[in-house]
Nanobody
């Protein structure tokens, strides 16, 4: 099994910054991609940013230029630096990853438990 543990959420004023971190552990043979999603109250979970094993990144339009995703796959970690935060960034942020647990398995998706980010106006 694979476990993802997030850290770094909290309360911040608009315009401030937070850094989220996610560490993966367990039976990981290889990492295809890791990323961050978020879910605000009453809304569907949405992609924030992802990064592949090759380093290609993808961002939601709403966070481009403000958020930066980075990864250290040797350490099995992915971070999300969030700058110029807005009240609309308030959500539970989930770490996500596509991992193979052995050479014989296809990649499967795993999720963390989530960390709350609240941005006050």
């Amino acid at each position: 099994q694979v476990q993802l543990v997030e850290s770094g959420g909290g309360l911040v004023q608009a315009g401030g910054s937070l850094r989220l971190s996610c560490a993966a552990s367990g039976s990981i043979f290889s990492i295809n991609a890791m990323g961050w999603y978020r879910q605000a109250p009453g809304k569907q979970r949405e992609l924030v940013a992802t990064v592949t094993s090759g380093g290609s990144t993808n961002y939601a339009d709403s966070v481009k230029g403000r958020f930066t995703i980075s990864r250290d796959y040797a350490k099995k970690t992915v971070d999300l630096q969030m700058n110029s935060l807005k009240p609309e960034d308030t959500a539970v942020y989930y770490c996500n990853g596509y991992f193979r647990t052995s050479v014989a398995t296809s990649p499967s998706v795993y999720w963390g438990q989530g960390t709350q980010v609240t941005v006050s106006s």
